[in-house]
């Protein structure tokens, strides 16, 4: 599992974004994230969950809230409202 709670990826993923103001892909989400929170960034399993935390958490916001561009890996970023 991921050490924080369920809804932290999806809030961190959007501030993020907004913060960076750039499309960025999952994995350097999931870096930040690391970051953020403190994490060890040579925990590359943990990083992984992460990152595919991420990936599924922009995949169900796609359309509405986020864009993704390129095939692999996906560029995200937030649609201006």
């Known amino acids: 599992g991921l050490p924080f709670e369920i809804g932290t990826v999806s809030k961190d993923c959007m501030t993020i974004l907004r913060e960076q103001g750039r499309a960025m892909t999952s994995r350097e989400i999931a870096k930040l994230i690391v970051e953020r929170h403190s ?41 201006p409202a």
């Open 39 to 79: 994490l060890d960034q040579k925990d590359w399993q943990m990083l992984e969950r992460i990152r595919s935390a991420v990936d599924a958490n922009m995949r169900k916001r796609r359309n509405k809230y986020v864009k993704g561009e390129g095939e692999w890996p996906i560029y995200w970023s937030i649609i």
